[in-house]
């Protein structure tokens, strides 16, 4: 799990790092705030663009490849500022440090997933949120001081020797899971599920269901046989006719109700 942690807070530490020094400390490339702005945008325009792809990538080739190859993209992403230390690179540079980024932090909570068991992956999880929030926090602080000592290309150097190390420790010390199986049907297997004969011959309930059927019919009788317990409905033909009228429309009781009319019993509260 600690190299998961270390793609994390890599991630974390690359967008914050250069984004809280890039207006103080790049005058030559930062000319306007729209300038700012997009480089700011960047890193994260890059991550909003692509990590559907990559994500959709790690399900069919597996994650710990697009995990590696993102770091390593990182690092090459990272060393080519530092080389060539020129404002048109530092567009390209975070460009593709969001690229990468969009690479391997999905692949990373993907092996954080699989390769914790469901009764332990919220504590995985918040571990691995814990480290990413750690580069949050220590990415303008401990950028800011790598830009005063040495300027950007100290900053970018620094960030590429973090993703090539990252990048070696996942490969020495992560296991390569293969993807999950995905079970795809075709308009081939649809016309040999309908042709199959149990779709075709009808159905016949078990015996047990049908004397439960009839068990609940006989607890809970059609309207027809039911004596009338409601006054809209038809009075049935009572063994005497015609049938005895109520003096009052009162029971000895209280006032009247179906329940209390001598033509029967209200519904079955069951049915």
Not at 40 to 67: H, M, Q, T
Not at 225 to 249: K, T
Request: aromatic fraction near 10%.
């Amino acid at each position: 799990m600690w190299p998961l942690h270390a793609a994390g807070f890599t991630t974390a530490f690359g967008a914050h790092a250069i984004a809280a020094n890039l207006g103080g400390f790049s005058s030559d490339a930062v000319t306007s705030l729209l300038v700012l702005g997009g480089l700011l945008a960047l890193y994260d325009g890059a991550e909003v663009l692509l990590k559907p792809v990559f994500g959709s990538l790690a399900n069919r080739i597996g994650a710990w490849p697009v995990l590696l190859g993102g770091l390593l993209a990182f690092a090459a992403a990272s060393a080519l500022y530092a080389v060539a230390d020129s404002p048109g690179w530092l567009w390209a540079a975070r460009l593709g440090q969001g690229a990468a980024a969009s690479a391997f932090s999905p692949s990373a909570s993907a092996l954080v997933a699989r390769l914790n068991r469901a009764a332990k992956r919220g504590r995985a999880f918040g571990s691995y949120g814990f480290y990413k929030s750690i580069g949050y926090t220590m990415g303008p602080l401990l950028g800011g001081v790598l830009v005063w000592a040495g300027g950007l290309r100290l900053l970018f150097t620094v960030m590429a020797l973090l993703g090539a190390g990252v990048a070696l420790w996942v490969a020495l010390a992560v296991p390569a899971v293969p993807p999950l199986p995905r079970a795809r049907q075709t308009v081939l297997d649809l016309a040999r599920r309908l042709s199959a004969p149990a779709f075709l011959t009808p159905h016949r309930s078990p015996r047990g269901s049908d004397r439960r059927r009839r068990s609940a019919s006989a607890s809970c009788p059609s309207p027809a046989r039911l004596p009338v317990s409601a006054p809209w409905l038809p009075a049935p033909p009572s063994p005497s006719w015609p049938p005895a009228q109520p003096s009052s429309s009162r029971s000895p009781d209280g006032p009247w109700t179906p329940a209390a009319s001598q033509h029967g019993p209200a519904w079955p509260p069951a049915c």
